[in-house]
């Protein structure tokens, strides 16, 4: 059964809904079945009552339909910390020099080639598909806060070592 988000009526297919799975034909803010045009004639932003957020904004998305801005940011946030635990654990769960795995948020991804590097994988604002950040990873090591922080010392002490023997140490 699919239900629109709207008018909170029941249709037994998604064609029924009028090809979306959220809203039918009903919603005056629809713009058409994958179109990606913003509707002129309706605000960017409004103030509208969230079940979680209470009286907030609320942007208008590409598709046609109002979504709370904390909801939204809070979706985006939850994405990336499960993209990172998958990336992590991906890597060996664990600091690839001392072990550490105690708190996922002091574990980071230290590039081996700097030459190679496509991305940061920690960057703020980048929310990538899985296999994209996988293929970046691969050019990584996984290390605790204190062990990159080590490595990025020794190198700017002009002592310079290779990755491979820091980790053994």
């Known amino acids: 059964m699919y239900k629109c988000k709207y008018c909170e009526k029941e249709f037994e297919t998604k064609e029924q809904l009028g ?8 919603n005056p803010n629809r713009i058409g ?5 913003w509707r002129d004639d ?3 932003v409004i103030m509208k009552d969230c079940d979680k957020h209470g009286y907030t904004e609320y942007i208008l998305r590409k598709d046609g339909v109002y979504r ?9 946030q939850k994405r990336r910390k499960k993209l990172k635990e998958e990336l992590v654990a991906y890597k ?14 002091a574990l980071e991804f230290h590039h081996i080639n700097p ?3 496509e991305f940061g ?11 994209t950040l996988k ?3 691969d050019k990584c090591v996984l290390l605790c806060c204190n062990c990159h922080r080590k490595y990025h010392w020794l190198l700017d002490c002009g002592d310079p070592i290779d990755i491979e023997t820091f980790l053994k140490q």
């Open 92 to 105: 060996g769960g664990k600091c690839e020099r001392c072990g550490y795995d105690e708190c996922i948020a």
């Open 121 to 131: 994988i920690a960057t703020t604002g980048v929310t990538r598909s899985l296999e």
């Open 33 to 37: 079945s994958g179109s990606k045009k």
């Open 135 to 137: 293929k970046e990873a």
């Open 68 to 76: 709370c801005k904390k909801c939204a940011a809070d979706a985006v």
């Open 42 to 44: 309706l605000p960017k």
């Open 19 to 26: 090809g979306h799975s959220i809203w039918c034909k009903e």
């Open 115 to 117: 030459d190679e590097k």
